[in-house]
């Protein structure tokens, strides 16, 4: 099992850049694929990011690509999702998720452990 914390959240404006970060319990961490998601006030749940077990492998929402950088740290056993060149249309609560297989990676319903949530707010 493991359990998942975010953290980093905050208000920026436009263009800035903000870091979040994902701590994780759980001696078998190293055997999850972890992803972001995020979900604004009205919106569907939406997927941002994943990293694979040992984080050779990561896919992008569109939205993001180019902007938004995934990585982990499995000694410390910590997912961070690193977030540039923010626009307004990013504001949402931002979710880390895991799963030993997600099927299909993008898809919300395929990840077991969800952490509470971190507040990510761009405005001018």
């Known amino acids: 099992q493991v359990q998942l914390v975010e953290s980093g959240g905050g208000f920026v404006r436009p263009g800035d850049s903000l870091g979040l970060s994902c701590a994780a319990s759980g001696r078998t961490f190293r055997d999850y694929f972890v992803a972001w998601f995020r979900q604004a006030p009205g919106k569907e749940r939406e997927f941002v990011a994943v990293?694979?077990?040992?984080?050779?492998?990561?896919e992008y929402a569109n939205s993001v690509q180019g902007r938004f950088t995934i990585s982990r740290d499995n000694a410390k056993s910590m997912v961070y999702l690193q977030m540039n060149s923010l626009k307004a249309e990013d504001t949402a609560v931002y979710y880390c998720?895991?799963?030993?297989?997600?099927?299909?990676?993008?898809?919300?319903?395929?990840?077991?452990?969800w952490g509470q949530g971190t507040q990510v707010t761009v405005s001018s």
């Open positions: 990293v694979s077990w040992s984080g050779g492998a990561t």
């Open positions: 998720a895991a799963d030993r297989a997600p099927q299909p990676v993008r898809v919300g319903l395929s990840y077991d452990y």
